[in-house]
């Protein structure tokens, strides 16, 4: 067996037997491993704290080809707090079947790690707009994974875009006034300036200032509904958590 230590965040739990758990940890270089843990669930257990949902802790692992088993772990940072709220646990879910998701279809990187960690941050602490941050989020891990809409010019005349910009979920690019007369366009839908605005800033901006924008109601809306189509359609699957979150959040 091999022994090392490494830093992550439990993104899902399983239960099993009397007192064993299995863990799925986003480590700090974005990869996804399976570990077990025995012994964990029992009364007063000095491990347990640290192997629950949505905590970063520091694990030391024994590995036996892609097979890993917790020998020892020390919480670093938890988010226990988004428990207590039933909106905001389902979005955090969301945030972990979306990485999940992710880890099936693409391979992860670092950025991926900071970015759930800061949206938990975000939405554990409730001093942003949640229908922000979910937004937000989307996006940002669709254009860390590969998937980012081109917003940087007219997709079709290729030429900077002046005056009302229209946006395709499908074809994820912009397109102005003029080539959407020409073309047709039926999948293109006017973006505010608003909403436009926030998605470049949204794509460019540092990891640790992703939430730090606002939006009017209708701009906010708008790109809600846009960065949710867009992550569903390009990733081709629904989510539970968010058929949950949903009916929590209509």
Same mark, same amino acid.
């Given at each position: 067996m091999q022994h090392q230590t490494i830093k992550g965040l439990v993104i899902r739990e399983t239960d099993?037997?009397?007192?064993?758990?299995? =863990?799925? #940890?986003?480590?700090?270089?974005?990869?996804?491993?399976?570990?077990? $843990?025995?012994? #964990?669930?029992?009364?007063?257990? @000095?491990?347990? *704290? !640290?192997? @629950?949902?949505?905590?970063?802790?520091?694990?030391?692992?024994y590995q036996k080809g892609d097979k890993y088993t917790l020998n020892d772990a020390t919480l670093i940072h938890s988010f226990w707090g988004v428990a207590q709220d039933m909106e905001i646990y389902a979005l955090s879910c969301y945030f972990s079947e979306c990485v999940m998701a992710m880890a099936e279809s693409s391979e992860l990187e670092p950025q991926t790690t900071k970015l &759930? %960690?800061?949206?938990?941050? *975000? #939405?554990?602490?409730? +001093? @942003?707009?949640? +229908?922000? #941050?979910? !937004? *937000?989020?989307? %996006?940002? =891990?669709?254009? &860390?994974?590969?998937? !980012?809409?081109?917003?940087?010019? $007219?997709?079709?005349?290729?030429?900077? &875009?002046?005056?009302?910009?229209?946006?395709?979920?499908?074809?994820?690019?912009? &397109?102005d006034k003029d080539c959407k007369k020409r073309i047709g366009g039926k999948d293109f839908v006017a973006l505010s300036s608003g909403t436009y605005e926030a998605m470049k800033y949204i794509l460019s901006c540092d990891m640790s200032k992703l939430f730090s924008f606002t939006l009017g109601t209708e701009s906010l809306n708008q790109l809600s509904i846009l960065c949710e189509q867009y992550t569903l359609y390009h990733l081709g699957r629904g989510f539970s958590s968010l058929d949950f979150y949903r009916t929590l959040c209509p």
């Amino acid at each position: 067996m091999q022994h090392q230590t490494i830093k992550g965040l439990v993104i899902r739990e399983t239960d099993f037997g009397e007192s064993n758990r299995y =863990i799925t #940890v986003l480590t700090e270089q974005g990869t996804k491993i399976e570990v077990l $843990c025995h012994n #964990v669930r029992i009364r007063n257990g @000095r491990l347990s *704290a !640290a192997v @629950r949902l949505f905590c970063f802790s520091e694990f030391t692992l024994y590995q036996k080809g892609d097979k890993y088993t917790l020998n020892d772990a020390t919480l670093i940072h938890s988010f226990w707090g988004v428990a207590q709220d039933m909106e905001i646990y389902a979005l955090s879910c969301y945030f972990s079947e979306c990485v999940m998701a992710m880890a099936e279809s693409s391979e992860l990187e670092p950025q991926t790690t900071k970015l &759930i %960690l800061y949206a938990l941050r *975000a #939405v554990s602490e409730q +001093k @942003r707009n949640q +229908k922000l #941050v979910k !937004a *937000a989020f989307e %996006l940002k =891990i669709m254009a &860390i994974c590969g998937f !980012a809409p081109d917003l940087s010019a $007219c997709g079709a005349c290729l030429k900077p &875009i002046n005056g009302q910009v229209y946006f395709s979920v499908r074809e994820g690019v912009v &397109i102005d006034k003029d080539c959407k007369k020409r073309i047709g366009g039926k999948d293109f839908v006017a973006l505010s300036s608003g909403t436009y605005e926030a998605m470049k800033y949204i794509l460019s901006c540092d990891m640790s200032k992703l939430f730090s924008f606002t939006l009017g109601t209708e701009s906010l809306n708008q790109l809600s509904i846009l960065c949710e189509q867009y992550t569903l359609y390009h990733l081709g699957r629904g989510f539970s958590s968010l058929d949950f979150y949903r009916t929590l959040c209509p």
